[in-house]
């Protein structure tokens, strides 16, 4: 094996290596079938629609009521409410990302239907 050969393969290695300890990048599509899953029952989750349960929020004027970035830690360790309709549900890591990335779209009209 020549030396530019096992520099080329370790390269590769540690390229592969970095890859996957890498963060997956936050996926929009998934944050909407999340909020569609556990969130569309009672809240709008789209840009026009009215809310299912009228006194659940529109997803889309959350933003407008408080820093949607609130609720990062509060999907992580499980939502708990002082109302009885709203289900109890936590979120790993990279689902807190996704419904969070899905979230700010509809800040910016840019939600995936």
Request: glycine share 6%.
């Amino acid at each position: 094996m020549t030396f530019r050969h096992t520099i080329g393969c370790g390269l590769v290695i540690a390229s592969a290596i970095c890859a996957a300890l890498a963060p997956a990048a936050a996926d929009q599509e998934q944050g909407r079938r999340l909020a569609q899953f556990y969130c569309a029952r009672c809240h709008a989750i789209d840009r026009v629609n009215p809310s299912p349960l009228r006194i659940a929020p529109p997803f889309r004027t959350l933003h407008e009521r408080y820093p949607v970035e609130m609720l990062q830690e509060a999907l992580a360790e499980g939502i708990i409410t002082g109302h009885p309709t709203m289900p109890q549900f936590s979120f790993d890591a990279d689902q807190v990302g996704d419904f969070m990335l899905f979230l700010k779209s509809l800040e910016r009209g840019q939600a995936v239907r």
